[in-house]
């Protein structure tokens, strides 16, 4: 199984400051097709997760542009630009390249 | 509007069955591979299962394989999984989740599986 390793686990950051979370691979993420299937997902505290990007860079829909992924391979970072109070939860990286698809454990991000 | 409401979720023993529902509305459901996905109190999230948009491809995570079912109906908009031989590492909330390229988009609310004595 791919094992996806997020560091830091926990993160807190001054508000309006900027935030990096790296998501780490033990294997390549790219599959045949030529695509990386590696997303990044924010569970806010009490809800259920939700998609912020998708093939590493691609911003899903409603998500604002202070958020960003990037990487290649076995290396993954998501980028808050600008930390706001609504930000707070906890952000995980997955991988859909190979079943069984798999999580990264969580980075709690505290806004201080 | 667009969503994903699971039910079934509940209280049973060990060893008990239990049959969990997905309905989707407000995008066309037979054109989606469907997913569940599974957080345990206080955890991380962990991949159950997936369907593929018409059925003919099934995943599941090794933890679950022989015990659970994962199956759809898209006359009516609906992804069920049927637990079997429940044990208590598999309580936990229980989120359906529509794929579109290669990620998750859609997430129902959950629906929490609890098996204890």
């Known amino acids: ?112 | 509007q667009v969503q994903l409401v699971e039910s079934g979720g509940g209280v049973v023993q060990p060893g008990r069955s239990l049959r969990l529902s997905c309905a989707g509305s407000g995008f066309t459901f037979s054109n989606y591979g469907m997913h569940w996905v599974r957080q345990a109190p206080g955890k991380g999230l962990e991949w159950v299962a997936v369907i593929w948009y018409d059925g003919s491809k099934k995943y599941y995570v090794d933890s679950v394989k022989g015990r659970f079912t994962i199956s759809r109906d898209n006359s009516k908009n609906m992804v069920d999984l049927q637990m079997n031989s429940l044990r208590e590492e598999d309580t936990a909330l229980y989120y359906c989740a529509r794929e579109g390229s290669g990620a998750f988009h859609l997430w129902g609310q959950g629906t929490m599986v609890t098996v204890s004595s």
């Open chain 1, 1 to 112: 199984d791919v094992v996806l390793t997020q560091t830091p686990l926990s993160s807190p950051v001054p508000l309006g400051q900027p935030a990096s979370i790296s998501c780490r691979s033990s294997q390549s993420l790219l599959y045949s097709d030529g695509n990386t299937y590696l997303s990044w997902l924010q569970q806010r505290p009490g809800q259920p997760p939700r998609l912020l990007i998708y093939k590493i860079s691609n911003r899903f829909s409603g998500v604002p542009d202070r958020f960003s992924g990037s990487g290649a391979g076995t290396d993954f970072t998501l980028k808050i630009s600008r930390v706001e109070a609504e930000d707070v939860g906890v952000y995980y990286c997955m991988q859909a390249t190979q079943f069984p698809h798999t999580f990264g454990q969580g980075t709690k991000l505290e806004v201080k």
